[in-house]
């Protein structure tokens, strides 16, 4: 099975991490960050340190999915910068 993987740099302005299309073999998307901040998680690039799910430094999530529909994540920090990880099938 085939992989997706990348990193991203996010920081104060909301950033997009990832997108996934619709696949059945996709139940869940495993996020780590890897920086020294918190980031927040959220689904729109509304996200904010408030409203974002947070995500303590060098700790992972895994984010279920459907594998049935699109999803996007995107990611802000308070302040500084932190290398968001990803993988998932694709």
């Known amino acids: 099975m085939p992989y997706s993987t ?3 740099s996010v920081g104060t302005t909301a950033t997009s991490i990832f997108t996934t299309g619709p696949d059945p073999e996709n ?3 495993v996020v780590y960050n890897g920086g020294s901040v918190v980031v ?3 689904g729109t690039s509304s996200v904010t340190t408030s409203t974002g799910y947070p995500l303590a430094a060098t700790t992972a999530v895994t984010i279920p999915t459907t594998g049935a ?3 996007q ?3 802000i ?3 500084s910068t ?3 990880s990803f993988i998932f099938p694709s």
């Open 6 to 8: 990348g990193q991203v």
């Open 27 to 29: 139940d869940g998307v």
């Open 40 to 42: 927040y998680l959220g």
């Open 69 to 71: 529909e699109t999803l």
């Open 73 to 75: 994540l995107y990611g």
């Open 77 to 79: 920090t308070a302040s």
């Open 82 to 84: 932190a290398t968001v």
